[in-house]
Each structure stands twice: as C-alpha cells, then as structure tokens.
C-alpha cells in the first residue's frame, strides 16, 4: 500500500524514526510531507533532516505558516496526483483547515484517509471550523488518537468510524536511554523540559525545589513568556543559585538533557481550555533513566502509571514532598527509574507505535 503522509510534526529529526520504522514493513511505501519551517510561539522550528532511511521525505511550502488552524499545504493536490496513494494520512486535528483540505482532495480523488488527534476538551468551535470538523467527521474513513481522552471527545461529538488509540510518537530507546554511568557524589538533579507558560506550573516546581535541602539543582530546558516571571520567582525563594535555565534545545540534544536529571517533573496545571494531553517528555525522561514525577492534570496519570509519582494540581506541598522522598531514597528512585524504562519499552517505543499504526493502515484497506 502506498501511503501519503502530511505532517507538520515531523520536523523533528527525532519524530523521522517513527518514519523509519513505518517504512521497514515490506507492504508499506511511504511518502511523508513535510513544511521548511513551522513559525511556532517559540520561534521558528526548522526541518532537521536525522532519520530517512527507506522512506521518501519532501519538504514544501505551506500557506499562512504559524497560524494554526488555517495553515495548508497548497502543493497537496499535485503531490497526490504524483504519488497516488491508497491512503492519505493527516498529521492533524480534524477541525483544522489542512486536514480538511487534505481530506477533500483524498474524497475527491476516491483515496481513503485518515486523521491524529491529541484533543481532550469537548470544545465547540466557530464557523468555519465546526463546519469542517463535522465534514471530516462524517467523511474520513479512520481515525488515531493519542490518549482515551481524546477518544471520548470525538465520540461525543459525533464520530461513528473506526478509531485506534495510539502515542503520536513514541521514544528510540537507543538514542533516550539511561547514562553509562553518573560521577560519585553529585548533587541530586530535577529537571523540567517545555514551554515556560503558566499552564505548564514551573512556578510550582521552583518553589517545591526552594524547600529541599542542599546539594540539590534545578535544570530547566525550554522557553516563553514566563521565563523572566520564573527567574525573578527563583531569587525571590532563594534559588537562583541553583537554577539553570538551558534554554530551547534542538531534539537532538534532548537525550543528553533528560540523562543528568535524578528526576523530571511535568507540573501541568489544568485551564478552562487546556489540560496535559500526553506529556511527552515523561516518556523521553523515563527512557534515561529519570524518575517521573507529574501532577494529575489530564492524561498524565495514565502515562506515568506505577513507574512514577502523581501529585495533586496546585499543591507546592505534595510536589516537595515527593521530590524529598525521591533524594533521600536512592533504592526507591533506582526501582522506580528501572520501572519507567520498562514502561517505555513495553508501551512507548517508536516501532511499537509504527507497528500499531501500520496496522491501522492495514485496517484501513480492507
């Protein structure tokens, strides 16, 4: 079966592995499009080129870059006209206009196709958005979701097709796995990586880390409006002395990040419109080797499972409780991290997830 992919996401040289391993099963040939650059509210995000092996990778423009839900691939009807697919998978949320413009033009050209979706809020949108989402809805012959959450939502809200429960990607053990070995002595290290917003609740974590006893570090990997709020919060308690902001990292330098962390923590706290739909992160620091540690918003739980600890949204009490209880048990730490990196390896590795997904194409076509 040949398959045509468009996604925005697989900039990232560390999501082509995914790729990687799609393209290993002998009755699938991909085609996977992606964007030159993504204009993210970070900055711009451009395409690294790491993991091409067995599959075709074309970059092309994209119209209205960085807004969204408007954004499109204007050389979408070409590349299908050249590729002529039996599937078309879109990187994307239903109610948007690429995956709706990509949608018609499989319809139209009698292509089946397929949608991924992190959305775990129930959320009406304006015209044109509902109008697309519901066409898609009605249309699209498969859907992949990323959490039970987001399965929920788009059954309520009308989608009667076939839908698999799937990670968007999952983690190379390889290239996320745990250190040879950490010098003798060194100070017990907590980390953070992603975006600095109030929604992510670093503000918590420096506090929490504010209340522990020394030798302890705070290694922050990520940027956004927050940062300035956060290193003014972290003189105001004291540790600025121990907080180190590593700025936004290319994916590639992301293992070498999460492997100095004893733990990583995703203090995600829920809003009206936004709660943790994953938590990626948890999944990349687990394979390091690094405790995770989560609040309870949306799927974090769920990702964690018993190989971490959950804390209650909000509550600088529980979370400093818990990290307190992870330096001082080293042996509780070292079960811990041994159960999260099987976690990975049992559930979250990229070739299971490629696997899982290709026998959602194999569904498709029968």
Do not use: C, K
């Given at each position: 079966m040949r398959v045509l992919m468009v996604s925005k996401a697989c900039l990232a040289g560390i999501y082509q592995r995914k790729l990687e391993e799609i393209a290993r099963s002998k009755d699938v040939e991909l085609t996977v499009?992606?964007?030159?650059?993504?204009?993210?509210?970070q900055g711009t995000v451009k395409l690294e080129r790491a993991h091409l092996a067995g599959y075709r990778l074309l970059v092309d423009p994209i119209a209205w870059n960085g807004n969204y839900h408007l954004y499109y691939f204007p050389r979408l009807r070409q590349r299908v006209r050249e590729f002529q697919p039996d599937i078309l998978h879109i990187?994307?949320?239903?109610?948007?206009?690429?995956?709706?413009h990509a949608w018609r033009l499989a319809k139209r050209a009698g292509i089946r196709s397929l949608f991924f979706s992190w959305q775990n809020l129930s959320r009406r949108y304006?015209?044109?958005?509902?109008?697309?989402?519901?066409?898609?809805?009605?249309?699209?012959?498969?859907?992949i979701v990323g959490s039970q959450g987001?399965?929920?939502?788009?059954?309520r809200k009308g989608y009667r097709g076939p839908l698999a429960v799937i990670p968007q990607f999952g983690v190379d053990p390889q290239l996320f796995s745990p250190p040879e070995r950490r010098p003798p002595g060194r100070s017990f290290v907590v980390g953070y990586a992603g975006r600095l917003v109030s929604e992510k609740g670093v503000d918590l974590l420096i506090r929490a880390v504010a209340s522990l006893p020394c030798p302890c570090h705070l290694a922050i990997a990520g940027d956004?409006?927050?940062?300035?709020?956060?290193?003014?919060?972290?003189?105001?308690?004291?540790?600025?002395?121990?907080?180190?902001?590593?700025?936004?990292?290319?994916?590639?330098?992301?293992?070498?990040f999460l492997q100095q962390l004893d733990v990583l923590v995703l203090p995600s706290r829920s809003r009206p419109n936004w709660m943790e739909q994953f938590g990626r992160v948890l999944i990349e620091a687990m394979a390091c080797g690094a405790v995770a540690?989560?609040?309870?918003?949306?799927?974090?739980?769920?990702?964690?499972?018993?190989?971490?600890?959950?804390?209650?949204?909000?509550?600088?009490a529980a979370l400093a409780s818990h990290l307190e209880y992870l330096m001082t048990n080293p042996s509780v730490r070292s079960d811990l991290a041994e159960k999260g990196r099987l976690r990975v390896l049992t559930r979250y590795t990229q070739k299971r997830v490629a696997a899982q997904t290709v026998q959602v194409y194999r569904e498709v076509m029968q």
């Open positions: 499009v992606v964007p030159p650059t993504w204009r993210d509210v990187d994307e949320e239903p109610y948007n206009l690429a995956t709706w304006p015209v044109p958005f509902r109008t697309m989402e519901m066409a898609v809805l009605r249309g699209v012959d498969h859907a987001a399965a929920e939502v788009w059954r956004g409006p927050e940062r300035a709020g956060l290193t003014a919060l972290a003189r105001e308690v004291g540790v600025q002395d121990r907080l180190f902001f590593d700025g936004q990292l290319p994916s590639a330098r992301m293992p070498a540690v989560g609040s309870n918003s949306g799927e974090i739980p769920n990702v964690i499972g018993e190989a971490g600890l959950v804390f209650p949204e909000d509550d600088v």
